[in-house]
């Protein structure tokens, strides 16, 4: 079992910018897909970006295309989520999310991912 930690959340004008860094421990984090969710009250949690463990297949929400971009450093076990642009719409909790199941595509459902961090608040201001 892999645990997650996000960190790097805050408070940011927008059109700012912010990197949230998810932290794996636990195993070797390097054969997992991982993805950014976020979540604001009353709403789903919603897809954002994924990551394949080879960093060589990502993918995108379309609300978050030309200003967000994910990578990640498995030497470090760590996933990067570099948010551009802000927008007071992008305010909500993200959550980093992992899996080792195999899909055909990257996942990009909630119930496909099995370990899923606290989450790190990040909020836009207009």
């Known amino acids: 079992q892999v645990q997650l930690v996000e960190s790097g959340g805050g408070l940011v004008q927008a059109g700012g910018s912010l990197r949230l860094s998810c932290a794996a421990s636990g195993r070797t984090f390097s054969p997992y897909k991982v993805g950014w969710f976020r979540q604001t009250p009353g709403k789903e949690r919603d897809f954002v970006l994924g990551i394949n463990w080879s960093a060589t297949t990502t993918a995108y929400a379309d609300s978050v295309k030309g200003r967000f971009t994910i990578s990640r450093d498995n030497a470090k076990n760590t996933v990067y989520l570099q948010m551009n642009s802000l927008k007071p719409e992008d305010t909500a909790v993200y959550y980093c999310?992992?899996?080792?199941?195999?899909?055909?595509?990257?996942?990009?459902?909630?119930?496909?991912?099995?370990?899923w961090g606290q989450g790190t608040q990040v909020t836009v201001s207009s």
């Open positions: 999310a992992a899996t080792d199941r195999i899909y055909d595509s990257l996942p990009t459902r909630r119930t496909e991912y099995q370990y």
